[in-house]
């Protein structure tokens, strides 16, 4: 009887986690089509775009005046702190540029949001014991404050970490659909420069960060830049080794005069098999992963439902004889 009540919990278990995995899975499919009609009537609406600016201006002023007021404090602050070496500021920029910020006032703004966070962070702690814990000591509080000061300070570079790895990530999902429309622009007679416009104004429904990489590199190409110097510009923005092979290749195929067409297929054949390698790992590494969760929750149930009835039976009567 025990193992059949086992197996009916089990599998009572498994059907709730499907179903439940079957809604959210329905859901965020139809958000995703939501999103993604909502991007068409944007792309065709842009013409009637002009006739409403002037709504859209009242709409966002508060939102507006709100930001103009934050940078007013961020600003002063952070031009206090930032890096005054010329190899330092290069480093931030880098790193901003491969975040996507390309602002000329990014570095002064991530500084002085440092400087707010570990101002702001201890004045919560400050309010929050005045008005809720008025009891914690004063060493605890100095200690807590420090300490939330220090979390504040340095929460904006996990920050960027973050946002760059989440932006090459979205490269490489999208980067061999860019390559497969970059051959076929290629193929149709176009050139490499307007085939690499081409490509990035196609795929900036799916993926804009390709789009903006792609449309950058195009505008470099058009300021006189060449062709050599732009597309390592790109590599150093984007900073994956996959786009570095990708960039080194396409600097050879215009040295030697080689097909760019084909170089470009094997590329994006070689990067989807990387991705299904990188899958399959993924995969590969999960038993392993999943030892730990089985001991600490699982298993303990398991024995509780196993060996508890019995348990009890042997407690209920060994516990006269010891008793007596």
């Given amino acids: 009887m025990p193992d059949t009540s086992l197996i009916i919990s089990i599998l009572v278990f498994a059907g709730l986690m499907l179903l439940g995995a079957g ?15 909502e991007k068409i009537k944007r792309g065709t609406e842009a013409s009637r775009a002009s006739g409403n600016m002037g709504d859209k201006s009242q709409d966002t002023h508060g939102a507006g005046s709100f930001k103009k007021y934050i940078l007013s404090i961020v600003d002063p602050l952070g031009s206090l702190i930032k890096p005054k070496s010329e190899n330092d500021i290069y480093k931030m920029r880098k790193s901003l540029v491969r975040a996507g910020y390309r ?146 290749l396409l600097i050879q195929t215009d040295r030697f005069g080689t097909s760019v067409a084909q170089a470009l297929r094997v590329h994006s054949d070689s990067m989807r098999i990387k991705r299904h390698q990188m899958a399959e790992e993924i995969a590969a590494k999960l038993p392993v992963k999943l030892v730990f969760p089985l001991i600490v929750f699982i298993f303990p149930s398991l024995f509780v439902v196993l060996l508890g009835p019995a348990a009890i039976k042997i407690y209920r009567s060994l516990f006269p004889y010891l008793g007596g």
């Fill in 103 to 248: 602002k000329s006032n990014a570095m002064v703004i991530y500084y002085g949001m440092k400087v707010l966070l570990a101002i702001l962070l201890p004045v919560g702690l400050l309010i929050f014991k005045v008005f809720i814990t008025k009891a914690l000591p004063i060493v605890s509080f100095m200690t807590l404050s420090i300490v939330m000061a220090l979390i504040g300070y340095y929460l904006p570079n996990y920050w960027l970490i973050l946002v760059t790895a989440q932006r090459k990530r979205k490269i490489l999902e999208g980067f061999p659909d860019a390559l497969d429309l970059m051959v076929v622009c290629v193929e149709a007679g176009m050139g490499l420069d307007a085939a690499i416009f081409r490509a990035g104004r196609e795929i900036e429904l799916k993926n804009k960060v390709i789009s903006e990489e792609f449309k950058l590199l195009s505008l470099e190409l058009r300021a006189g830049k060449t062709r050599r110097e732009a597309l390592k510009n790109m590599a150093m923005r984007v900073d994956l080794e996959d786009i570095n092979s990708l960039i080194s």
């Fill in 23 to 37: 809604i959210f899975y329905y859901y965020n499919n139809r958000k995703k089509q939501r999103e993604l009609v």
